[in-house]
């Protein structure tokens, strides 16, 4: 069924944001404000008709609905569509808008909600919105004129019917559903609370008056079941006219069509999913389809979309499977489709066969493919607030034209499509056999073979022939292994081992080639390092291996030949064998060898793209004789080496060079490279660099341990950006030309040397001095530019008559500063000020800079703070383990965010309303009963000791994180936590059941510590969870355990071992991990098709034969005992990442065809 916006009617988009306005402007539609409905809430009123709400007004004095001009007033952002607008409470500020839609049941037909149960779930699921936005509402009952209506009323009232759609399918739009009817508990409530009558328009006395709630006439349907509700979840136009357009002559459907811009349609079975794709390439001006309720042939209408002259093509689709995406491909890369540019495909069931196909498919018409997926965190099918692009389970297909070529096809086109402008087309033929001979009675069929790339060709086929065979036959032509042939006949995959002719369609097969996949190449190595016949699907295989970390202790042979397909090679700590007739692969980029290799390269040809090269502990051998490749970056050698370089030609593309530990060779008479930009000495380095040239392009010169040489006469290069001394580096450098480009300096920990005479560059950013510096800043002048200051441990002098700079942002002290600050006038700090653990002077008169943003106070520091201004740009502040001041008479500013303190009460003390964070120390262990928290507060965490109950205590509503630290082990049994609460996680002794914990359905993470070991039977997981961790010690069955279909991942502990058959995994499971202890057989096990990553930890040691992997996944990783063959294994083409510690390889594949 279709609804039509043409052109001698006003439609609007369902994109962008301009176009939702004008319908609300047009319709006269008014949205209702989130804090009007907050102190509705508070008030105990209903929620008011459109009639009332006009005259209501918030306490600001702001109307209670959203006035036109205040509309006009968005400001919408040209690159991202976000909308924001300028607010003046509690202070001139930009904040964003949200803007929500509710589908909701009239519970009564006088008032949606008279026992204000709605009411109560709009202000608690937005409230915490409020923080940083505005929340604009549009509730039919508040938003629109209600019985009875004036003549102008009604007229805006059937204006706004006629496109209410727009505001249940609009992508700037979220949609919040509330699906339940008032519980009977609710109703008491309220009746003891506000009396048994509510304030309607009666009927029968024609005007608003208080009437018994008992008298409404109620409506008990459930929301599923009204025709309003599903409106607004499968939101689409009426059927009726769907079967009117089918019906017009050719001429009248050829100009309907040719002004359609938008249509939605809704529940077409396949036969009309025929006609649709048949009539739409005549919709030459369409910008958007939406299909609501559709089967899985839905995907038929995109290359119809694209005939109709579509070049940029935007879909999002619920339920597109692999063998959809290689339909549609093949239809795409027919001569009508060759027009397209780019196809943008939101989806997050597709496989990587399917996108493969659609890859391949495009690549023939050198169009660009773009394939992400929707952000389920704003919602999908599960949770209750969606955006409205894909906001119920029926929505399968959006279509978004971005741009045309094509021009309109002429009205006389109309004769190529007769039969589906009438409704009549006749099913599909299906495949008839061509010959039959009497001997043997066997039958042959000619086959057309589609490729993706453009080219087709014809195969006859026997009846006995089974799909293997054809496939063997393709490949012989194509030349590619039959392994990596994907066979499909009418949009359905081809099972290759049964016989062909029974699953042909249309007398047409297209195939597709995919990759084999990282658990097909790791065979492949396996039977590379067990030196067997490698076959043509092995060699594909390793070809397809970008990365490979050889763990074998096994030999390398010269006889086995490296696939240049290789890009990175990593050799593992046991490797220690000559490269001696090794041919390293031409494509190899990075080459590293673990820590036992010692081996001389002469002789040795690395590849000239081999751009970073990385020698392990034990290499010390001579580079005499060794060519490096002009291509080389990055040269890192390890611990032992200790060669001279001397006669060694540096490649002069060299931009990074290390040395290890023990590396002390001179460097005179070495010529560093020109491009050269990182120079690296390990500690025992201590040669004089008097003569040596360093390269002018050097930005970072970093010295070790044990380097204590003068820098006099050393001519610094001027594009030198940052310098860093060891430890034992003690030299004075007075007289020593700092570079006008260093940005950063920093001394080691015996550096203990005065500045004066030292000339800091103007360009100085960052300076750091170590432990032992203790030397007096006065007559130093700190460059204009400096941006961080940090002292060491000693560092114990005055800073009276120090200027520093304006600029710094960030000023750290270490643990023995103790020198008072007054008199000090620090700059106008930005960023942080922290003290030294044994800092503990008095902050009286000391003024700290307005611009401030961090004050940490550490651990020695317990004076009173009675009477001192913290600056209105304070966010941050902390107070270390010995602080015990009281806070009281101490402001907080309205600008703090994160508050953190360890063993002091907060009793008495207010909170200000901009807090969002809060933590306590280690040593806290305080009661929070009586302290008010803030209605702002987003994270609560507690320190180690802290083991309070938290019986009494009222969490406030905007909580998101909620923390406690490895002591906590009190139940939670009747603790309220808040409806907004996303991140629940308990410490490491915690060890209580959570039965009779109500979780909060907002809860999106849950992460138990190491002594949790209760079963999880009869907890009741939230819908939204999407991540679930346990600890160590957790070894519970997980037999009759629910876990939520929004979970994306869960991992297990060292210790659990529990058989997972019978275990029903979500279907949007993405990560599962199991610790070291699991080994338990995966048989029965039906792991999700959405899983992408697979860890299997120390013990496991299952055969996986008979096993289907997921063909989502892409990364699987074995631990150090498992020695389980690989043969016989169906690993999915999606697999790029194989570890295996026993068979010695670890491999990734290539990301892109």
């Known amino acids: 069924m279709a609804t039509a916006s043409a052109a001698e009617e006003t439609s609007y988009g369902l994109s962008e944001p301009e176009t939702l306005i004008s319908f609300l402007e047009d319709a006269g539609i008014r949205l209702v404000r989130l804090e009007y409905l907050i102190e509705l809430r508070e008030s105990g009123r209903p929620l008011p008709r459109r009639q009332e709400a006009e005259q209501e007004r918030t306490s600001l004095g702001l109307p209670a609905l959203v006035e036109t001009s205040e509309l006009q007033e968005v400001d919408i952002d040209p690159n991202t569509a976000h909308m924001s607008v300028m607010i003046r409470h509690p202070e001139p500020r930009r904040v964003k808008v949200h803007l929500v839609s509710i589908s909701h049941m009239w519970e009564s037909m006088e008032h949606p909600d008279p026992w204000r149960f709605q009411l109560d779930a709009i202000v608690e699921e937005f409230r915490p919105r409020l923080l940083d936005s505005v929340v604009w509402i549009f509730y039919d009952f508040v938003s629109l004129h209600q019985y009875t209506r004036s003549e102008d009323q009604e007229r805006l009232f059937r204006r706004a019917l006629r496109d209410i759609f727009v505001l249940y399918s609009h992508d700037a739009v979220e949609v919040h559903r509330i699906e339940m009817l008032t519980p009977e508990i609710v109703r008491e409530r309220c009746m003891v609370a506000h009396g048994s009558k509510i304030l309607v328009y009666w009927k029968e006395d024609q005007k608003m008056m208080d009437v018994l709630i008992s008298k409404l006439k109620w409506n008990e349907t459930p929301y599923e079941q009204r025709g309003w509700c599903r409106s607004e979840k499968e939101w689409s136009a009426l059927r009726e006219d769907s079967e009117k357009v089918f019906k017009l002559q050719a001429k009248v459907f050829c100009q309907k069509a040719a002004s359609t811009t938008k249509l939605l349609i809704e529940n077409l079975d396949a036969e009309k999913i025929e006609v649709l794709a048949a009539a739409l390439p005549f919709y030459a001006e369409l910008k958007e389809l939406v299909a609501v309720g559709m089967p899985e042939y839905a995907w038929k209408a995109v290359p119809a979309v694209v005939e109709s002259g579509a070049s940029n093509v935007k879909i999002a689709c619920q339920n597109l499977r692999d063998e959809d995406a290689i339909a549609l491909a093949a239809d795409l890369s027919t001569e009508k489709c060759s027009h397209l540019e780019q196809l943008h495909l939101k989806c997050e069931t597709i496989g990587e066969l399917g996108r493969n196909a659609l890859q391949q498919a495009l690549e023939h018409c050198t169009a660009n493919l773009v394939i992400s997926t929707p952000n389920s965190s704003q919602g999908y099918v599960e949770q209750r607030t969606e955006p409205a692009m894909a906001s119920e389970a029926c929505v399968m297909l959006r279509i978004l034209v971005a741009r045309r070529r094509r021009a309109p096809r002429p009205v006389e086109a109309i004769a190529a499509c007769p039969a589906a402008l009438t409704g009549q087309m006749e099913p599909m033929p299906r495949p008839r056999p061509l010959e039959s001979h009497a001997a043997g009675g066997a039958i042959k069929q000619i086959v057309r073979v589609h490729c993706l ?95 490979l970390t050889w763990k074998s202790s096994r030999k390398l042979n010269p006889s086995m030949k490296l696939p240049q397909s290789l890009q990175r090679l990593t050799f593992g700590r046991d490797f220690n064998q000559s490269l001696e007739g090794i041919q390293l692969p031409s494509s190899l980029q990075s080459l590293t060898f673990g820590d036992n290799f010692n081996h001389s390269l002469e002789g040795i040809q690395l590849p000239r793209s081999l751009q970073s090269l990385t020698f392990g502990d034990n290499f010390n051998q001579s580079m005499e004789g060794i060519q490096l490749p002009s291509s080389l970056q990055s040269l890192t050698f390890g611990g032992k080496f200790n060669q001279s370089l001397e006669g060694i030609e540096l490649p002069s593309s060299l931009q990074s060079l290390t040395f290890g530990t023990r590396f002390n060779q001179s460097l005179e008479g070495i010529q560093l490279p020109n491009s050269l930009q990182s120079l690296t000495f390990g500690s025992d380095f201590n040669q004089s660099l008097e003569g040596i040239q360093l390269p002018s392009s050097l930005q970072s010169l970093t010295f070790g341990y044990w ?33 006008s480009s260093l940005q950063s300096l920093t001394f080691g920990d015996k550096f203990n040397e005065s500045l004066r005479g030292t000339q800091l560059p103007s360009s100085l950013q960052s300076l750091t001095f170590g432990t032992r510096f203790n030397q007096s800043l006065e007559g130093i002048q700190l460059p204009s530019s400096l941006q961080s200051l940090t002292f060491g441990y000693w560092f114990n002098q005055s800073l009276r008559g120090i200027r520093l700079p304006s600029s710094l942002q960030s000023l750290t002290f270490g643990e023995d500063f103790n020198q008072t600050m007054q008199g000090i006038r620090p700059p106008s700090l930005k960023q942080s000020f922290a003290s030294g653990y044994e800092f503990n002077q008095s902050l009286d008169g000391i003024q700290l800079p307005s611009s401030l943003q961090s004050l940490r106070c550490c651990r020695n520091f317990n004076e009173g703070l009675e009477g001192i201004q913290l600056p209105s740009s304070l966010q941050s502040l902390m107070f270390g383990r010995n602080f015990n001041q009281s806070l009281e008479g101490l402001q907080l500013p309205n600008s703090l965010q994160s508050l953190s303190l360890d063993s002091n009460c907060l009793q008495g003390i207010h909170l200000p309303s901009s807090l969002q964070s809060l933590t306590f120390g280690n040593d806290s262990n305080q009661s929070l009963e009586g302290i008010l928290l803030p209605s702002s507060l987003q994270s609560l965490t507690f320190g180690y000791w802290f083991n309070r109950s938290l019986e009494g205590i009222l969490l406030p509503s905007s909580l998101q994180s909620l923390t406690f630290g490895d002591n906590f082990d009190k139940s939670l049994e009747g603790i309220q936590l808040p409806s907004s609460l996303q991140s629940l996680t308990f410490g490491d002794k915690f060890n209580q059941s959570l039965g009779g914990v109500q979780l909060p359905s907002s809860l999106q993470s849950l992460t138990f510590g190491d002594n949790f070991n209760h079963s999880l039977e009869g907890i009741q997981l939230p819908r939204s969870l999407q991540s679930l961790t346990f600890g160590d010690n957790f070894n519970q069955s997980m037999e009759g355990i629910q876990l939520p279909s929004s979970l994306k991942s869960l991992t297990f502990g060292g210790k659990f071992n529990q058989s997972l058959e019978g275990i029903e995994l979500p279907s949007s499971l993405q990560s599962l991990t199991f610790g070291s202890k699991f080994n338990q057989s995966l048989e029965g096990i039906q792991l999700p098709s959405s899983l992408q990553s697979l860890t299997f930890g120390y013990w496991f040691n299952q055969g996986l034969e008979g096993i289907r992997l997921p063909s989502s996944l892409q990364s699987l990783t074995f631990g150090d005992n498992f020695t389980q063959s690989l043969e016989g294994i169906h690993f999915p083409s999606s697999l790029q990442s194989f570890t295996s510690c026993f068979f010695g390889i670890g491999c990734s594949l290539q990301q892109a065809w």
Do not use: C
């Not at 026997?462 to 490949?475: F, H, K, P, T, V």
């Open 707 to 739: 380097f204590n040489r003068s820098l006099q006469g050393i001519r610094l290069p001027s594009s030198l950006q940052s310098l860093t001394f060891g430890y034992w580096f003690n030299r004075s450098l007075e007289g020593i030309q700092l570079p």
């Open 453 to 547: 790339a453009g080219s087709s060709f014809e195969l006859e086929v026997n009846s006995g022939d089974m799909g293997w065979d054809l496939a063997e036959r393709i490949a012989a032509g194509v030349g590619r292994p039959a392994e990596a042939l994907v066979l499909t006949s009418g949009g359905s995959l081809l099972d290759l081992r049964q016989p062909l002719l029974q699953q042909l369609q249309h007398e047409e097969i297209t195939y597709v080639v995919q990759k084999l996949g990282a658990g097909r190449a790791a065979r492949s190595w396996q039977n590379f390092l067990e030196e067997t016949g490698l076959s043509d699907a092995d060699v594909a295989a390793l070809d397809e291996t970008i990365s």
